[in-house]
């Protein structure tokens, strides 16, 4: 009776096993996205920045990037699924509070996104005057997050 | 008797910088990068002044009077070779890896971008993103090793201070030290040279405040 319920338990076994590790490649796959959207987004950020410090500042510049932190933003709302922390990545710096305090998390990140659609809309009108504040408010929703959901930049 | 031993540029810099890195960290630490560039700016202007006073300064600012080759060192630790007045051989070694490494730290700094894209040294549009993040990891593991360096400055000055019994601290403040046999007090720069080594520095750090703005 054993010995004929092995081959089971074994398949069962594998099949666990497949299903975990599948799931877990892809909570490290989504880890591994999620960090190369906050480094585009960051990018942009940065392109923005300097065209706004500019005394020639290219608008096109400016609306191509506010695009693709528009476009970055609306990815988030996929990229923190639950285990996707450090159990799947080492290295990350995505702080458990984001599971923990899921409301809270939610509450910020929608601020950056509706912050980052219309920083966006602002860009695409070419209203350069408004372009300013509404970079400046994205620039706070990043900090409000990362200060409170991830791991503190040493450096 | 007393003579002197450091002239009032050198010992105005070395307060200063102590003052300036204390007050760039506290900044940085509390969040107020705009206060951090503004030190770090003056901070490199102090360290152009620092280079200019070590080729004209007064004569135990000058890097060709206090930096000696190993065999100096080797003489000065284990047979107990007296050396002049200034720095010790030894204590060369130490001035220059701390003036370097605090060169480190700002040629870092410059290039440097915070995680968010908003904050970042003058210099980080000419590179990526990821560089400037690269940069401003350097920048603190930089830093990091200036505390470790600022530790031991520190030990080896408890060390003369009370085991040896030299009053360093004093010297450093008042520029005086007691006379030992045969030594006489430095040797004081030109004005000119004072005069181009202040313009060069406050030169630097205005550029760089006005570039990080």
Known sequence: MKLRLKPAYIIACAIGLVATSALALDLASVAHDRKANMKTMGGAMKAINEQLKSATPDLGIIKAQAAKLDAGAHLMADQFPEGSGLKVDPKSEALDTIWSDKAKFKQISDDYVKAASNLNIVAQAGNASALPNAYHDVGQACKACHTQFKKRDEH | ?213
């Not at chain 2, 200034?86 to 220059?96: C, D, M, R, T």
């Not at chain 2, 505390?147 to 030299?166: D, M, N, P, R, T």
Request: net charge positive; with cysteine.
């Open chain 2, 1 to 213: 008797m007393n003579i002197k031993v450091w002239d009032l540029a050198t010992r105005l810099f070395h307060w200063a910088l102590v003052i300036l890195i204390g007050f760039a960290w506290w900044s940085f630490e509390a969040g107020h990068l705009d206060w951090h560039k503004k030190a770090g700016s003056v901070v490199a202007g102090l360290m152009v002044f620092r280079v200019w006073w070590g080729l004209f300064g007064g004569s135990t600012a000058r890097f060709s009077q206090f930096v000696r080759g190993p065999k100096a060192v080797y003489d000065y630790v284990f047979k107990g070779k007296k050396s002049g007045i200034g720095h010790n051989p030894l204590g060369a070694v130490s001035v220059i890896a701390l003036l370097l490494i605090i060169a480190a730290v700002i040629a870092f700094g410059l290039f440097a971008i915070d995680t968010d894209g908003l904050e970042s040294g003058p210099f980080s549009n000419l590179i990526s993103y990821d560089q400037g993040r690269l940069a401003s990891h350097l920048h603190g593991l930089a830093f990091k090793a200036l505390e470790a360096l600022v530790v031991l400055h520190i030990l080896a000055i408890g060390f003369y201070s009370l085991v040896k019994k030299q009053p360093l601290i004093t010297a450093m403040i008042t520029g005086k030290k007691p006379a030992q046999d045969g030594e006489d007090g430095l040797k004081p720069a030109n004005l000119w040279a004072l005069l181009i080594g202040l313009i060069l520095g406050c030169a630097t750090a205005y550029g760089l405040i006005i570039l990080s703005a």
